[in-house]
């Protein structure tokens, strides 16, 4: 009895512990559904989540109105692991820092990229990385903005089918993604980066 107390007592503090380190960033590039599936492919990340942020109108929906919110990704993960720089330099290939009209073939608001910060820290960084990005192209304009970070509406309700939709439906999002040119236009600015 002793030793089962003691075991479950190690193991509620490793979860504990585990789940204690978890941070949280957001991130806005166009189709959430690209996003989510680029950013999970990333060690040290343990969830991403598909929904709105940026703007004022609660409760906003994927059919409904989401008017004045990003299209965005929530990401949970361990920074002993991957950092808040890898997850920024990340986020840069792959947006199309230079579209002020939305990402690849998703023209609108909600299809704006962005980085939303939540502390003085993240903006840092973020501006910086910004910054890099500015002075490896300086003959474009990159329109991208660091906001601070609002309420983040996750999908949800009969509207989760936008969770993993890269795994739920593969050959769908793959014919999407290359339909949109994604890929094609993030090779064009980047190159194998």
């Not at 929906?61 to 990401?75: L, M, R």
């Not at 993240?122 to 304009?141: T, Y």
Request: net charge negative.
């Amino acid at each position: 009895m002793k030793y089962k107390l003691l075991s479950i007592l190690l193991l509620g503090s490793m979860f504990i512990a585990t789940h204690a380190k978890a941070e949280k960033a957001v991130f806005a590039g166009g189709c959430f559904w690209c996003m989510e599936a680029d950013f999970e492919k990333l060690e040290g990340v343990s969830d991403v989540i598909s929904g709105f942020t940026g703007g004022t109108l609660e409760n906003p929906t994927y059919s409904g109105n989401h008017t004045g919110h990003y299209e965005a990704v929530q990401i949970t993960y361990d920074p002993s692991v991957v950092s808040y720089q890898d997850l920024l330099d990340h986020f840069w290939v792959n947006i199309d820092p230079f579209d002020a009209r939305g990402q690849f073939c998703d023209k609108g608001f909600s299809y704006l990229s962005a980085v939303f910060v939540d502390n003085e820290q993240e903006r840092k960084l973020a501006e910086q990385s910004k910054r890099k990005v500015v002075k490896q192209f300086p003959n474009q304009k990159v329109v991208t903005p660091i906001l601070s970070t609002s309420i983040f509406y996750p999908i949800k309700g009969a509207e989760s089918y936008h969770q993993d939709y890269y795994k739920k439906s593969p050959v769908r999002y793959n014919l999407y993604r290359w339909n949109c040119g994604r890929d094609e236009r993030l090779a064009e600015i980047w190159g194998e980066k």
